[in-house]
């Protein structure tokens, strides 16, 4: 049997681990900074979209440290 289950992330905070820089919001909005794709990082978040297996690619992603523990 296969479970059905709903996965939602919600994310309070996006920081930029290159630190390459970021333009500021053109309309004077200080609360927050647009974020740029390049193609590359575009192509990327399609491909793990499409992953069969996502929920175990994130898991593994965000907690390989506690893997089988």
Do not use: R
Not at 21 to 45: N, P, Q, W
């Amino acid at each position: 049997d296969k479970c059905m289950f709903l996965l939602y992330i919600e994310a309070n905070s996006v920081s930029n681990s290159k630190g390459q820089k970021t333009k500021t919001s053109e309309d004077g909005c200080k609360h927050g900074v647009l974020m740029e794709f390049s193609l590359k990082d575009l192509y990327a978040i399609q491909e793990i979209q499409a992953e069969e297996n996502l929920f175990k690619l994130i898991v593994n992603s965000l907690c390989p440290v506690i893997f089988g523990h």
